[in-house]
């Protein structure tokens, strides 16, 4: 059983070869492969996979796509759709620019999978912190802290009561949803949502490992987001609700819910933050 990790990067050549690289190179099982997918061609990012590529003792699938304009959707789906188009694993994982992976990620991974053959998706856990970067320096990091909780379920997480992130999330190949990209917030959640459509909830596995190091930043997505964006991209998702079968009665109140929470909040404030630092 082959892994395939998508990483999609835009212009951040510095963490890429200071943070996802590393980790890639230290994976103590090397039946995997590595996707980079440059968004935007960065000469620097392409200099970086070029000079490794050679001696690499793993495959390396690297490809380069235009930017698209901001209109068309958020760029990181395109470019993790274009990573699943060429993707030769039978799982497939997503690793940022920006975070890492213990050196035991692809085997524990892998075994996993073959030890719960029916399972179809599967997170690990994360070691979590968020970060305060002004003019590119941190100015304060964030406590460190586990998620998700010990045994989570698919239901906490369709609950937002525990947080999914896309980083060492796991699932099979065939028949594998696409990234869609009217989402950037909640993009990595539509994503579940569609798994969950897929597979269901009995072809979902939590893999209590810590596996993933994930740092936020307030300059990244999520960080420098506001609960205005919340509001609309979680709105949308309900007003599509027939589109995911798995949003059904108690699930689709509580997002309901927390729009009008979101709503709410992003009244206070016209630049609101959606995450406290």
């Known amino acids: 059983m082959k892994l395939s990790i998508i990483t999609a990067t835009y212009n951040r050549p510095v963490q890429l070869a200071s943070t996802a690289l590393p980790s890639i190179q230290s994976q103590t099982d090397r039946n995997f ?148 990209p009217q989402f950037q917030v909640f993009a990595d959640y539509e994503y579940l949502l569609q798994s969950a459509c897929i597979w269901g909830e009995s072809g979902f596995g939590f893999n209590d490992s810590i596996l993933v190091n994930y740092i936020q930043s307030s300059t990244g997505i999520i960080g420098s987001s506001n609960y205005e964006q919340w509001t609309t991209e979680l709105s949308l998702i309900v007003t599509n609700q027939a589109n995911y079968s798995i949003l059904k009665g108690s699930i689709v109140e509580r997002l309901e819910q927390l729009v009008d929470s979101y709503s709410t909040k992003a009244q206070i404030s016209s630049t609101p933050k959606a995450f406290a630092f």
């Open 33 to 180: 492969e590595w996707l980079v997918i440059n968004d935007g061609a960065n000469p620097d990012t392409r200099d970086i996979i070029t000079s490794i590529r050679a001696k690499a003792d793993f495959p390396i699938i690297y490809i380069e796509m235009e930017h698209p304009e901001p209109s068309s959707g958020f760029g990181l789906c395109y470019a993790r759709n274009l990573g699943l188009n060429a993707a030769g694993g039978d799982i497939i994982s997503y690793l940022d620019d920006d975070n890492s992976i213990a050196p035991e990620f692809v085997g524990s991974m892998r075994q996993y999978f073959k030890q719960h053959p029916n399972i179809r998706y599967s997170i690990a856990r994360q070691q979590r912190r968020r970060d305060v970067i002004r003019n590119g320096n941190v100015i304060r990091q964030g406590k460190p802290f586990v998620s998700p909780s010990n045994c989570c379920s698919l239901q906490q997480l369709l609950w937002q009561q525990e947080i999914f992130d896309s980083n060492g999330f796991v699932h099979y190949r065939n028949n594998a949803p696409r990234w869609n």
